[in-house]
């Protein structure tokens, strides 16, 4: 509970998650309540300790539906203008030796083997570098559009075991290569305080 409670010791909370979240403790039965296990009431207390948060946001969104812009927010779409990295206009990942490697058509265990190691090693790898190069102004051109609107927010590059994750995990029905798919290596947030700004 201590270490949930705000405000929170970030030194706390990451010895908290890198040698309690992922222990087979929480699997154990409760001291308290043999009938609970002790994630169950790890997920009571953070249930609890939420509650006032959830309490002020449900508060505030309720008052933004309020406003009479609000429908003019509700009409944004969320659009897709290209899905992938290899996209002809965005022209990443298609380097000649990448683009037949990922192309072959044999469907042999080595083959798709060798296509999953590329996609997930150069493939990745040109992704980050081209991030890395990119980063700065891109931040700066980002803030200086919308910090007359809302609160820019730099927020740091996808890491790349967070990268490689979403390939194996959200991308692995999608075509090689599946790295095409992580649009959001570079990013940014935007806040807004008001309907108006927004």
Same mark, same amino acid.
């Given at each position: 509970?201590?270490?949930?409670?705000?405000?929170? #010791? *970030?030194?706390? &909370? !990451?010895?908290?998650?890198?040698?309690?979240?992922?222990? +087979?403790?929480?699997?154990?039965? /409760?001291?308290?309540?043999? #009938? *609970?296990?002790? &994630? !169950?009431?790890?997920?009571?207390?953070?249930?609890?300790? +939420?509650?006032?948060?959830?309490? /002020?946001?449900?508060?505030?969104?309720?008052?933004?539906?309020?406003?009479?812009?609000?429908?003019?927010?509700?009409?944004?779409?969320?659009?897709?203008?290209?899905?992938?990295?290899?996209?002809?206009?965005?022209?990443?990942?298609?380097?000649?030796?990448?683009?037949?490697?990922?192309?072959?058509?044999?469907?042999?265990?080595?083959?798709?083997?060798?296509?999953?190691?590329?996609?997930?090693?150069?493939?990745?790898?040109?992704?980050?570098?081209?991030?890395?190069?990119?980063?700065?102004?891109?931040?700066?051109?980002?803030?200086?559009?919308?910090?007359?609107?809302?609160?820019?927010?730099?927020?740091?590059?996808?890491?790349?075991?967070?990268?490689?994750?979403?390939?194996?995990?959200?991308?692995?029905?999608?075509?090689?290569?599946?790295?095409?798919?992580?649009?959001?290596?570079?990013?940014?947030?935007?806040?807004?305080?008001?309907?108006?700004?927004?």
């Amino acid at each position: 509970r201590k270490v949930l409670t705000a405000p929170i #010791n *970030k030194a706390e &909370f !990451e010895w908290f998650k890198q040698y309690l979240i992922a222990s +087979s403790i929480w699997f154990l039965k /409760s001291p308290k309540d043999g #009938n *609970k296990f002790l &994630f !169950e009431e790890l997920l009571s207390i953070a249930r609890n300790l +939420s509650s006032d948060i959830v309490q /002020s946001m449900d508060g505030i969104y309720d008052h933004l539906t309020t406003h009479p812009k609000w429908q003019h927010v509700e009409a944004i779409k969320n659009k897709t203008k290209i899905s992938r990295q290899d996209h002809e206009s965005v022209g990443l990942l298609k380097e000649d030796g990448l683009v037949r490697i990922f192309e072959s058509k044999s469907d042999n265990e080595e083959t798709e083997q060798m296509k999953t190691f590329i996609d997930s090693s150069l493939a990745l790898n040109t992704l980050t570098s081209t991030a890395s190069k990119i980063n700065a102004e891109f931040q700066q051109h980002i803030q200086t559009v919308m910090s007359a609107y809302g609160e820019f927010q730099e927020a740091p590059m996808k890491k790349v075991e967070r990268s490689q994750s979403k390939m194996e995990n959200d991308y692995q029905n999608e075509r090689f290569p599946k790295s095409a798919k992580l649009l959001d290596v570079v990013r940014c947030s935007v806040t807004f305080n008001t309907v108006d700004q927004l």
